[in-house]
C-alpha cells in the first residue's frame, strides 16, 4: 500500500528552551517529508507574531509553512494587515479559522464564521493563497445539531476553501460518514483526517474534554487502568492510532495531518509502522 501524504501541526513555542526543542523535532520531523507544517495561532491572535516567526523558521528549512489564522474579535483592516504580513513573508497557505476569544470578553470584531473570512481573503486576495479550513466529523461542540455543522462546512466550501483538515477522533466511522455526506451534497474539495498520537492520558482526557473530540469508551477505560504507566500508554497509544490510520488509507483518505505538540516521536513511529 502506498503511503499518504502527510502534514504537520506545531504550536509557537513561548520560551527560548522550547523554540529549541521544536527546532530538533522538526529535523527529525522532516524525514517525513511534510507536505506542509501548520503553526496555531493563540485565542484572540494572542501568538500572532510567534506564530509568523515559526512561520518564518520553517520556511527557511525548506518546508513549505502555513500559518493559522482566525478572525473572532479582529477587524478587516487587522486581516489585511496579516495577509499582507503573509504575503511578504511568502507564505503560500493558510488555515482558515474562526477561532476562539481570550476568556473574559464578548463576541466582538467585523467576522462572524469561518465562511467570512474565507470569503474576505478571496476578495482580497484571489487565488494567492491556499486555504485550509477546520471539518469536524463528530460535530463542533458549538454546532446547533450535525447537519447545521455539516452545512457551516460547505459554507466554508462555497466561499472559496480549498481544502479541510479534520478535529481528530479516533472513531473512523465518525469521518467516513462526514466525508459520504459532503460527497452526496457534490461537495468534492479533499477532507484530511487529523491524527492525535497518544502519549499522555492525562493530556489526551483534557484535550478532547476542551474541543468535543470523542474518546471511546474502550479507548479511555483502557488508558485509565494503565495509571501512570506511561511506557504502556504510548505503547497502546501507537497501536490504536496507528490502526486508525491503517483504515483511513485502506478507506481512501487522502492525507494525514498529524498534531505533533511539538514532539517527533509517536508521529515518527506511527509513519515508521505505516511504511512512510
Known amino acids: 500500500m502506498s503511503t499518504l501524504p502527510v502534514s504537520l501541526e506545531f504550536f509557537p513555542p513561548k520560551t527560548e528552551e522550547g523554540a529549541e526543542k521544536l527546532r530538533g523535532a522538526r529535523q527529525k520531523l522532516y524525514a517525513l517529508k511534510p507536505e506542509f507544517c501548520s503553526v496555531t495561532f493563540g485565542a484572540g491572535g494572542s501568538t500572532q507574531e510567534g506564530t509568523l516567526a515559526s512561520v518564518r523558521e520553517i520556511m527557511a528549512e525548506g518546508v513549505s509553512a502555513a500559518p493559522h489564522l482566525s ?18 513573508a511568502g507564505v503560500k497557505r493558510i488555515v482558515t479559522l474562526r477561532g476562539d476569544l481570550p476568556s473574559g470578553y464578548g463576541l466582538g470584531g ?24 477546520a471539518a469536524y466529523p463528530e460535530v463542533h461542540p458549538q454546532a446547533r445539531s450535525p447537519q447545521a455543522d455539516l452545512e457551516a462546512f460547505i459554507a466554508k466550501v462555497e466561499a472559496g476553501a480549498d481544502s479541510g483538515i479534520t478535529q481528530y477522533f479516533f472513531n473512523a466511522d465518525s469521518y467516513l460518514r462526514f466525508v459520504d455526506e459532503l460527497r452526496k451534497r457534490n461537495v468534492q474539495v479533499p477532507v484530511v483526517p487529523g491524527i492525535m498520537p497518544i502519549t499522555s492520558s492525562t493530556q489526551l482526557m483534557r484535550f478532547s474534554d476542551a474541543c468535543g473530540a470523542e474518546i471511546p469508551r474502550w479507548i479511555r477505560l483502557r488508558l485509565q487502568g494503565f495509571g501512570d504507566d506511561s511506557a504502556s500508554i504510548k505503547s497502546f497509544g501507537l497501536d490504536v492510532v496507528t490502526a486508525l490510520c491503517e483504515r483511513l488509507r485502506a478507506e481512501g483518505a487522502p492525507g494525514l495531518h498529524f498534531y505533533t505538540m511539538n514532539q517527533a516521536q509517536a508521529t515518527l513511529e506511527i509513519c515508521r509502522r505505516l511504511g512512510a
Open 71 to 88: 478572525c473572532i474579535g479582529q477587524t478587516r483592516d487587522s486581516i489585511r494587515e496579516r495577509l499582507v504580513a503573509y504575503s511578504t
Open 110 to 133: 467585523e467576522f462572524r464564521y469561518a465562511s467570512d473570512l474565507v470569503a474576505f481573503i478571496r476578495a482580497e486576495t484571489g487565488r494567492q493563497f491556499t486555504l485550509e479550513v
